[in-house]
Each structure stands twice: as structure tokens, then as C-alpha cells.
């Protein structure tokens, strides 16, 4: 059993306008000041590393969909019976 009481995860986004805020009140030149910009940095540097996978979906179905059209046509034509101007069917980008 975990004895640590639960805590509401807090997402990056409110973490980032939480010290936005706190910077307001706070003098530019004491050192707390300075402790938060350094966790603001590392708070956006989480941010975009989130946002930004390798694994884009926004390509990925266009470009899968296009393969399976390509695999349809070759396979239609290795019937044989449509012989050119198959490719033409299959989008391009």
C-alpha cells in the first residue's frame, strides 16, 4: 500500500502560468527570482519535448493509406486486367 497521500498531478501548462504569475510579484534581481526563470526553462523544455514525438499521426495515415492504394493497384494489375495509367489513382504528395 502506498502511505504517500495523492497529490493532483498539476499538468505543464498551469505549472508554467503558476510561476508566470509568481514572477510578477518578485524582484528580478533576488535570488528566488532566479530559481523560478530556471524552472520556467525547464518546464517549456518538457513542454516541447512533449508536443513533439517522432511518430506523427497527421502523416503517418495519409502515408499508410497511400501504400495500401499503391499495394491495391499492383496487385489489380497483376491480374491483369488494367495495365497502365493505374498509378494514377494513387494520390500524390
Given at each position: 500500500?502506498?502511505?504517500?497521500p495523492?497529490?493532483p498531478?498539476?499538468?505543464?501548462?498551469?505549472?508554467?502560468?503558476?510561476?508566470?504569475?509568481?514572477?510578477?510579484?518578485?524582484?528580478?534581481?533576488?535570488?528566488?527570482?532566479?530559481?523560478?526563470?530556471?524552472?520556467?526553462?525547464t518546464?517549456?523544455?518538457?513542454?516541447?519535448?512533449?508536443?513533439?514525438?517522432?511518430l506523427?499521426?497527421?502523416?503517418?495515415?495519409?502515408?499508410?493509406?497511400?501504400?495500401?492504394?499503391?499495394?491495391?493497384v499492383?496487385?489489380?494489375?497483376?491480374?491483369?486486367?488494367v495495365?497502365?495509367?493505374?498509378?494514377?489513382?494513387v494520390?500524390?504528395?
Open positions: 500500500m502506498n502511505t504517500q495523492e497529490e498531478k498539476k499538468d505543464i501548462e498551469s505549472e508554467i502560468e503558476h510561476i508566470l504569475t509568481k514572477l510578477e510579484s518578485l524582484k528580478p534581481e533576488s535570488e528566488e527570482y532566479t530559481t523560478a526563470v530556471k524552472n520556467l526553462d518546464l517549456y523544455a518538457c513542454r516541447s519535448y512533449k508536443t513533439n514525438t517522432w506523427n499521426y497527421e502523416v503517418l495515415i495519409p502515408a499508410a493509406v497511400n501504400i495500401l492504394g499503391i499495394l491495391l499492383i496487385n489489380y494489375e497483376k491480374v491483369g486486367i495495365t497502365s495509367k493505374a498509378m494514377s489513382l494520390g500524390r504528395k
